[in-house]
């Protein structure tokens, strides 16, 4: 199994509720509603927090200087082999899904600061 990890950051216009809430409530159900044709076996949504009282653990980690950038969300897309990934672009109605995804991902994430990683998934336990 394959997974596509998304680190999100919102739009300066967004604050994190209003990036979060659209996300979910908006976003969700269109991923949902492709998953078929773009093969996308498991959605997740990872809603990041930040709380001042969880700065101290981030210091235990980064004692001095600034932290890493906050993201405000990871995406988690899973699907069964390289090769069903790959291929996903050879039909037409997947190139669709794809492309309505990404208009309605401009709406509120800054591409420019999320990156995205592809893994190989070794499950451990």
Known sequence: MIKLSFCLTRKSHLSRSEFQDYWINKHA???????????????????????????????????????????????????????????????KKSRDAARLLWEDESKFINFDKSPQMFSNIKEIF
């Not at 949504?45 to 980690?61: G, K, M, V």
């Not at 950038?69 to 990934?85: M, P, Q, R, T, V």
């Open 29 to 91: 159900p269109l991923v949902k509603s492709v998953s078929k044709d773009l093969k996308i076996l498991k959605y997740d949504q990872i809603h990041c927090q930040n709380f001042d009282y969880l700065d101290t653990l981030r210091r235990a980690r980064v004692p001095e200087g600034d932290f890493p950038h906050d993201y405000d969300g990871i995406a988690e897309l899973y699907w069964g082999s390289w090769n069903i990934f790959k291929n996903i672009n050879n039909e």
